[in-house]
Nanobody, 127 residues
């Protein structure tokens, strides 16, 4: 069974940057699609970014395009989210997700494509 652990969250000023990391543990090798979602208090969880198993495909929410970059290191079982020019309204708990049951090498934007979720890491952006 795959487990995910996020790290890298914290407090940053508006306009600042953070890099989130998500490490997987479990079977020696299990291909999975990687995704990042976020949820602010009182709001629904929303898609942020996704990357395919082979890194051939990536998707971003419109609101983060040009500022966020998703990447991965399959040798180290890591998925990253680099966030630049952060805005106060982007403060949220950020969740890493893995889709281990998907059949296509693509980047998925819908939460239902992911069957494993991390506990989340808090990102706070001060104005």
């Amino acid at each position: 069974q795959v487990h995910l652990v996020e790290s890298g969250g914290g407090l940053v000023q508006a306009g600042g940057s953070l890099r989130l990391s998500c490490v997987t543990s479990g079977p020696t090798y299990m291909p999975y699609a990687g995704g990042w979602f976020r949820q602010a208090p009182g709001r629904e969880r929303e898609f942020v970014a996704a990357i395919s198993q082979s890194c051939s495909s990536a998707n971003y929410a419109e609101s983060v395009k040009g500022r966020f970059t998703v990447s991965r290191d399959n040798a180290q079982n890591l998925v990253f989210l680099k966030m630049n020019s952060l805005k106060p309204e982007e403060a949220a708990v950020y969740y890493c997700a893995a889709g281990t049951a998907v059949s296509n090498d693509t980047s998925y934007v819908r939460a239902r494509e992911y069957n494993v979720w991390g506990q989340g890491t808090q990102v706070t952006v001060s104005s």
